[in-house]
């Protein structure tokens, strides 16, 4: 065997979901102009800081 890996036991998993706090959705708010209505009611707006973002 190449430097000894082959009968290497992989790390057991482990779920981090429990011991990680949960985030809180943050929210903005932003000027824009609308620049397109797609048609699954879906609007691209540019907003007032140069971004271009999809919106609903």
């Known amino acids: 065997?190449?430097?000894g890996l082959s009968n290497a036991t992989?790390?057991?998993l482990v779920n981090t979901s429990r011991?990680?706090?949960k985030m809180k959705e943050q929210?903005?708010?932003h000027e824009g102009?609308?620049?397109e209505s797609l048609p699954n009611?879906?609007?691209w707006i540019h907003l007032d800081n140069k971004?271009?973002?999809?919106?609903?």
């Open 19 to 21: 011991r990680l706090p």
């Open 1 to 3: 065997s190449r430097g």
């Open 51 to 56: 971004d271009l973002v999809i919106g609903y």
């Open 10 to 12: 992989p790390p057991p």
């Open 27 to 29: 929210k903005l708010i």
């Open 33 to 35: 102009l609308i620049t």
């Open 41 to 43: 009611s879906m609007l």
